[in-house]
């Protein structure tokens, strides 16, 4: 989000701070197709803590759940009605069940369904790794073991189409892998993994770790804390959040809950 618009990055993550000129601009806000996503990444998460516990789910069971979630969060978020914003939940029920039968029937997540990996958990990204003097989010969504390799998986339900660090971002989980007493120390004992949805479909995308690798993961997050910090300087200075840069993609733009008053539709 802060490489694609500044302009959506400050609104959501900087103007809590400034609780005055966010009166018309809510913090936490969705539009119903990220509303859709967020929903099909929780029921994920559902589906993955019961299959650790041996609890295998139907179709039905999937679709009813996805059903649930969706009209629940869309209940948190009907201030979009007033906004113009209305949709129709029948058809965002029927993509997020579409996405998770198809996500669920990779082939990582179909062996890891049928018991073929035995050694594996999940973990969700609200827990910050600490190096040098930064805090970052980069735990996998899930860790399994075959042989003497470690696997690090990390699942994105809407990519961007270009991805020009996608290898970097993914090598941040051996960040969090060093953080953890009970994983190898070296990068050559693991496989990293990034599945994402992208133009209908799910891909898969293996990089093998290198020492060079995670360096230039770090000199990567590095460099995006600095700009970060250079646009929320430039923000706190103006206090105007229609004054930073706008995205260059029209595409991004259908799924921003910002939109309205929008300079770029001016």
């Not at 629940?72 to 209305?86: C, F, I, P, V």
């Not at 179909?110 to 999940?122: F, N, P």
């Amino acid at each position: 989000m802060f490489c694609n618009c500044a302009r959506r990055f400050t609104i959501k993550y900087l103007t809590d701070k400034y609780r005055e000129f966010n009166k018309n601009h809510p913090a936490k806000r969705l539009s119903p197709w990220d509303l859709m996503i967020l929903s099909t990444r929780q029921v994920f998460f559902q589906w993955l803590e019961d299959l650790h516990r041996n609890v295998i789910w139907s179709d039905k069971m999937l679709y009813s759940t996805i059903k649930l979630k969706i009209i629940t969060n869309s209940h948190e978020t009907d201030y979009q009605q007033k906004h113009g914003l209305n949709f129709d939940k029948k058809i965002l029920i029927s993509k997020g069940y579409a996405r998770l039968k198809k996500l669920i029937r990779q082939p990582l997540l179909k062996k890891l369904a049928r018991g073929g990996i035995k050694e594996w958990s999940y973990h969700e990204r609200t827990k910050v790794v600490t190096f040098g003097h930064l805090d970052v989010y980069c735990s996998p969504d899930i860790v399994f073991r075959t042989g003497n390799k470690w696997n690090l998986v990390r699942l994105n339900f809407q990519s961007e189409i270009k991805q020009p660090y996608l290898d970097l971002e993914l090598t941040t989980m051996l960040l969090w892998s060093k953080s953890n007493q009970y994983l190898p120390n070296l990068e050559s004992k693991f496989n990293i993994y990034g599945i994402f949805y992208q133009q209908g479909k799910w891909h898969q995308k293996q990089v093998r770790p290198s020492k060079k690798g995670l360096q230039e993961t770090k000199q990567l997050l590095e460099n995006d804390v600095h700009q970060m910090n250079l646009l929320q300087k430039e923000f706190y200075r103006t206090k105007d959040f229609d004054a930073m840069p706008l995205t260059n993609s029209p595409s991004y733009c259908k799924r921003c809950p910002y939109k309205t008053n929008c300079p770029i539709n001016a």
